[in-house]
């Protein structure tokens, strides 16, 4: 009986912490989406390049903010994945 009860916590903790780690994840994405927002994505306030990272609105592929090409409000890593987004939302 103890080895079930045994079994059981431990089950209970892996599935704690596989919810946590993925818990984790999402909030860090959303984090990342919100700050490229609030980022010029072409240069700060003092009129110099911005380092952030944002990823790319179709793909997901991170990139400098600098090299990303912005369409209504969404970062880009290519002018092909822009147009596949576009037909997309038809």
């Known amino acids: 009986m103890s ?7 431990v089950l209970l903790v892996v ?3 596989l919810q946590r ?7 860090r994405q959303q984090d990342g989406r919100s700050q490229a ?4 994505p072409r240069a ?14 179709h793909c997901g592929v991170h990139l400098p903010a600098t090299e990303a090409i912005e369409v209504d409000g969404r970062m880009y890593c290519s002018k092909a994945h822009v147009s ?5 939302d038809r």
């Not at 780690?21 to 909030?27: I, L, S, T, V, Y």
């Not at 700060?44 to 609105?57: H, N």
């Open 44 to 57: 700060d306030a003092s009129g110099e390049p911005s380092r952030a990272i944002v990823p790319c609105a």
């Open 37 to 40: 927002r609030r980022d010029s």
């Open 3 to 9: 080895r079930v009860l045994l079994l059981v916590a």
């Open 84 to 88: 596949l987004a576009r037909h997309g």
């Open 21 to 27: 780690g993925a818990r984790g994840r999402r909030g």
């Open 15 to 17: 599935l704690w912490a």
